[in-house]
T-cell receptor, first 116, second 115 residues
């Protein structure tokens, strides 16, 4: 079975400062990795995903993440945050590349708060 | 093109009652998955429906059941509600057997409060 750990439950960051949200996973098989964002009172929106190939993945809204197999990590970064980035961020894994029939296992989330 | 829609948006029930939540998948999708997101937690997989059958199930009791209709829409039923069933219930749709680029699209959720 796979699992996801998001060590930081809350991350406050000043506006226009860089941010890194940490995600570590464990699995006995190869996994596929995702970051989702959840704005207040909304569902989940996919930010980016790692399937294979380049370990640096670029997503929407200026976010990027780096897959590190040796450290089993998939940290999310943004060089300069904005007030609109205030949200809950979830890291997730899937065992299968065929996402249409594979469940996602989520971490507990990191609440990103942008300080003006 | 409408995305994933869920109804109702909010619901209040009392312990012991039964509830039905509904989900319409994104156009072109044939698979529906349900997730429970308790307050302050990440979503947890309940089950997945494809071709009107339950294909996968997470660690949830039999009180949680579902159905998928020929038009691919789905219902989640919870019997004998407990206080701990209070959560945001998310529906995700996808296309089974599609390419590696396919992903799951989530609806806005139904927030259930059990008193």
């Amino acid at each position: 079975a796979q699992s996801v750990t998001q060590l930081d439950s809350q991350v406050p960051v000043f506006e226009e400062a860089p941010v890194e949200l940490r995600c570590n996973y464990s699995s006995s098989v190869s996994v596929y990795l995702f970051w989702y964002v959840q704005y207040p009172n909304q569902g989940l929106q996919l930010l980016l995903k790692y399937l294979s190939g380049s370990t640096l993945v670029k997503g929407i809204n200026g976010f990027e993440a780096e897959f590190n197999k040796s450290q089993t990590s998939f940290h999310l970064r943004k060089p300069s945050v904005h007030i609109s980035d205030t949200a809950e961020y979830f890291c997730a894994v899937s065992r299968s590349a065929n996402f249409g029939n594979e469940k996602l296992t989520f971490g507990t989330g990191t609440r990103l708060t942008i300080i003006p | 093109d409408a995305g994933v829609t869920q109804s109702p948006t909010h619901l209040i029930k009392t312990r012991g009652q039964q509830v039905t939540l509904r989900c319409s998948p994104k156009s072109g999708h044939d698979t529906v998955s349900w997730y429970q997101q308790a307050l302050g937690q990440g979503p947890q997989f309940i089950f997945q429906y494809y071709e009107e059958e339950e294909r996968q199930r997470g660690n949830f009791p039999d009180r949680f059941s579902g159905h998928q209709f020929p038009n691919y829409s789905s219902e989640l039923n919870v019997n004998a509600l407990l206080l701990g069933d209070s959560a945001l219930y998310l529906c995700a749709s996808s296309s089974r057997g599609e390419t590696i680029q396919e992903t799951q699209y989530f609806g806005p959720g139904t927030r259930l409060l059990v008193l």
